[in-house]
């Protein structure tokens, strides 16, 4: 998470650190006397880590269209502002 300061106290911009697959495959735990079957444990980390590879790839992919419309937007705002004249029509 990006940080900034704020008075002088930490303060985050709202924007979660991501966890990546990469971080997810190779996490560790410490070993306990009644833990859980490390191929299950191995076997569901790999499972995890595809669903988070998937939505980042969403994400990218919406953050792109996202910007597209807003551009399409800021086009259509601009060509609509040079047809309309001041002290004509309604507005």
Do not use: I
Request: charged share 35%; hydrophobic share 30%; proline share 5%.
């Amino acid at each position: 998470m990006a940080q900034v300061y704020r008075s002088g106290q930490l303060y985050g911009t709202g924007l979660p650190a991501r966890l990546t697959p990469h971080e997810v495959r190779t996490r560790t735990f410490d070993p306990r006397r009644r833990g859980a079957d490390p191929d299950q444990v191995r076997e569901f980390q790999a499972q995890l880590a595809d669903e988070l590879t998937d939505l980042h790839r969403q994400v990218r992919l919406l953050t792109e269209e996202n910007d597209r419309l807003k551009r399409a937007l800021r086009d259509w705002q601009t060509m609509h502002a040079r047809e309309c004249r001041p002290n004509e029509g309604h507005w």
